[in-house]
């Protein structure tokens, strides 16, 4: 199946992961679109041009009634979260407290 991909344009994302994991376990893709905006891919992938692998919650619930999603078992995909601001910048006290809170 043709797969469409979302490629970030700086720094490591989902594309590298699924490049990196694919690649150890000697599977070959077949990359025909590479996209920097997950919007465009998710049209994409509902008007049937291909298939792209994706965190679930990236996924808009009024978009999965048009797509069909299946759960990686044994998922190699490891996603570490981080909260990220601006450096020297003002934080107002609600951001501050959100990132005690972390």
């Known amino acids: 199946m043709p797969l469409i991909l979302l490629r970030t344009v700086n720094g490591k994302g ?10 150890q376990v000697g599977l070959d893709l077949q990359v025909v679109c590479e996209c920097h905006d997950s919007a465009t891919l ?6 049937g041009f291909g298939a792209t692998i994706l965190p679930l919650t990236m ?3 009024h978009m999965r009634a048009h797509i069909q999603t299946v759960t990686i078992e044994d998922n190699p995909f490891i996603m570490t979260p981080a909260v990220i601001w601006r450096t020297d910048s ?6 501050r407290q959100f990132l005690e809170f972390f």
Do not use: G, N, R
């Open 42 to 47: 998710l049209s994409l992938v509902s008007q």
């Open 90 to 95: 003002y934080l107002p006290k609600p951001a």
């Open 14 to 23: 989902v594309y590298d992961q699924v490049l990196h994991v694919c690649e």
């Open 59 to 61: 996924i808009p619930l």
